[in-house]
Every structure is written in C-alpha cells, then in structure tokens.
C-alpha cells in the first residue's frame, strides 16, 4: 500500500471561539466553505489534484443532510466527493483515518479533510411521536442533552470525567497542575506575535457577518482561552459534590474549522512549503473502553433497548463477532457503540 503524507503547510485552521463568542452566528459550514476556499488559494493548491474529500461535524446545522457535496459545490471543489462523519470527539480522527484508506487503496491520489463545528446555539430537535398519547413526541437540545446524557450509559461526560479519576487516584490538585501545564504550553504558541500558530492560522483573522458579505469584527488570536493561576484554581469547589473535576480543569466548548490536504510522497513534496520535510501519517488504533457508568437515569430508561440481548435469530454470525472482538476489543456481538468520552 502507498504510504499517506501530509505536504508540510497544506494544512489550516480559523482561531477557535470559546461558545457563545464571535462565531456563535455562524452556520458552520458555510464557514467552512469561506475559510476552505480562501485557504486552498493561499497556499496556491492545485484542486485538480484532488480527488476524494471528507467532511466531519459533531453538531448539525440547517441543511447539514447534504454534507460533504454541499461543502465541496460551494467552495468550487464540485468535482470532489465523499462522506460525511460524525463521531463526537473522534471525529476529527476518523476523517484522517477515512481519507488515508481511500488512499491506500489508491481509489484516490490526494484528498482533502475538513471539520467544523459551532457548539454556540445548538440546535433544538424534535421527534414526532404519532403513536405516543396524543400524539406528543419528544425534543432534545443537541448539544447541551449530550453533554448531560450519554444513552449508553445513561452518565454525563462530567460523570465520565468523575470515574476516571476515581479509577486511577487523580486528585483535583493534579488535575490542576495539567491545567497549569497546559495553559504554559499555549502561551509559548504565543511568542513572537503568536509565530507558532500564524504557521497554520491566519491572524489576525477577519470575522464574517452571517451572510458573509463583510467583516464584523478582527480576532488576534483564539478567543475565551483562560490565564489561571495555583491560587485561582485552589479556591474552586468541584461541580458534582463528593467529585474532583472543577470548572478550571475542564474545556471549554468552541466553534471553529480546519481543513488538511493527504496524499502520497511524491505529491506530497510537490505540495509542501518546505520538501526537505515529510509528514508522513504511522497508522491508527482503535480501543474501546468499558462504561463510565452511574446510576439509572431517565435518559437510561429511554435508551434500554440497547442493553437487551438481540433475539438469537437476529445476532450476527460467530465469524463477524469473532472479527469485532478482535478489532475493537468488545465481546458484544451488536455493532460497536461510539467511543469517545468527553
């Protein structure tokens, strides 16, 4: 199989909003199709090279049904086609990993990836319920339900969070110091009038109306990312009482997009700012974790039917079970359930 290398500078991203900040009114991916195209000329990208194209967001946004085709029409890359993922927090990864198959099985010789998403005003959902009494159904916020309610386990990603560190001793004076650690690691990105993210980013960064048709604002750099200090830290209480995890040591949700160019060597080099480097993807691993589980919740009640044994006649056969256990290290013979915790 052809090896996967990423062209060194064919990659970009917009500065990341805390939610609820300066990208809060933008449909995601039509952000992403302005910032996608403005890019791709910037770095003088042959689009004719492209191929294949893959598209992932965790958070629908109105029209979002027509993925990837939409994004690609848009930003004059009609030519391009592929699927649209969504795998909550590994979503980013499964598009890299989606992308590189289609290269390695050489159905395409370069491709492109982007990812957007915008936390900020989640969508409110609602589902008919035409046989329910009177014909009520049921709603969910999108973001904020999930946040609260993995219907897996019935838990919220705060809960997860809890067990963890309950699981392998992580105090909260612990997990501050990865915060501190963290934060200090950032601000040396911004040395030099931010050197280290104008190599991805361009800053400042004009942002767009919702119609895209001027600019409303100029950012410098990411936006809402804290300054904390051993002293503003150790006076916070954790969220959940008896917990460790405090309103310091947890990520903010954000809004923004990023796009990244994959092909193979000599391409590659042909594409990169710099040929002397090779970016080259090793590979991708998949593991799954057992339930941050907590006590029943309604939400749990709701999602009971993926806790019962399927009916014989509907199991799958031994060898594909067999093929799962191995691939995913899960007994279950129902098809893999999302992994990612956040």
């Keep these: 199989m052809p090896a996967v290398e990423i062209p060194y500078g064919a990659y970009w991203s917009t500065p990341f909003c805390r939610w609820q900040g300066s990208f809060a009114s933008l449909h995601s991916i039509e ?56 795998q909550a927090c590994a979503t980013g990864v499964r598009c890299l990993l989606s992308a590189s198959q289609e290269i390695q099985m050489q159905m395409a010789g370069a491709a492109l990836v982007v990812t957007c998403d915008r936390t900020s005003n989640g969508p409110h959902l609602y589902y008919p319920g035409p046989l329910a009494p009177g014909g009520t159904g049921t709603s969910e916020d999108w973001v904020l339900g999930n946040f609260g309610c993995d219907p897996l386990g019935g838990h919220s990603m705060l809960q997860t969070a809890e067990n ?4 392998h001793g992580i105090s909260t004076s612990q997990q501050h110091e990865v915060v501190l650690m963290r934060e200090a690691q950032y601000r040396r990105a911004l040395a030099d009038d931010s050197a280290f993210l104008k190599r991805f980013m361009t800053l400042p960064f004009d ?45 903010h949700p954000a809004d923004g997009n990023a796009g ?49 044994p399927a009916p014989a006649s509907r199991r ?22 999302p992994t990612s915790r956040r």
């Excluded at 003088?44 to 939409?70: C, M, N, R, T």
Aim: net charge positive.
């Design 316 to 337: 799958w056969p031994r060898s594909r079970r067999t093929t799962l256990s191995r691939s995913t290290t899960s007994s279950s013979p129902r098809p893999p359930a």
């Design 164 to 167: 963890v560190a309950k699981k």
């Design 207 to 251: 942002v767009p109306a919702p119609n895209f048709r001027k600019t409303v604002a100029t950012m410098a750099s990411d936006e809402g990312v804290s300054q904390s200090t051993v002293e503003g830290l150790a006076k916070l209480k954790p969220v959940m009482e008896g917990g460790t995890v405090t309103f310091g040591g947890q990520t």
């Design 31 to 86: 952000f992403a199709v302005e910032v996608t195209r403005r890019e791709i000329a910037k770095r003088a990208i042959d689009v004719d090279l492209l191929e294949h194209a893959v598209l992932g967001f965790s958070v629908p946004q109105k029209h979002s049904f027509y993925g990837l085709p939409w994004l690609a029409g848009a930003a004059g890359l009609g030519h391009l086609a592929g699927p649209t993922l969504m």
């Design 260 to 308: 990244i160019v994959l092909t193979t060597p000599e391409p590659a080099r042909e594409l990169s700012k710099n040929p002397k480097i090779a970016v080259r993807l090793r590979g991708f691993g998949l593991a799954r974790a057992a339930v941050a589980t907590c006590p029943r919740r309604r939400c749990l009640r709701r999602s009971a039917r993926w806790r019962r």
